[in-house]
């Protein structure tokens, strides 16, 4: 009897955890300036590099909200793109991607 309870209390908690991340997964996505969709996925990116890459941004963004700008970034890994996505808060860059990455058969849609 005694075990079927604890079985009972951790499911309890286990929904409550996923219901506080579920809160601020939606609270971070009306943080930001974008569609639903775009913000769903800019916040799971941001989560990713925060936690895998230990991202850390130091000072604030000083890419501009509206009109052009050029990032040069050295690229010493693929992930570089996620990085420089979460560091900007406020905008997607646009991406120049060689023909030979941009059509893979599995990922070919993402690219676009």
Not at 46 to 73: D, H, K, N, Q, S
Request: aromatic share 12%; proline share 9%; with cysteine.
């Amino acid at each position: 009897m005694l075990a079927s309870a604890w079985g009972w209390w951790i499911l309890i908690a286990g929904l409550a955890a996923g219901g506080l991340a579920g809160l601020g997964l939606l609270a971070a996505m009306r943080r930001t300036p974008f569609p639903p969709l775009l913000a769903f996925w800019w916040v799971m990116n941001r989560l990713y590099c925060r936690w895998w890459f230990r991202l850390r941004l130091l000072g604030e963004c000083t890419v501009p909200a509206e009109g052009p700008v050029i990032v040069a970034a050295n690229h010493t890994c693929g992930i570089d793109p996620l990085l420089v996505i979460a560091c900007i808060p406020h905008r997607i860059p646009a991406y120049l991607v060689a023909e030979e990455y941009a059509n893979p058969p599995l990922v070919g849609g993402l690219m676009k």
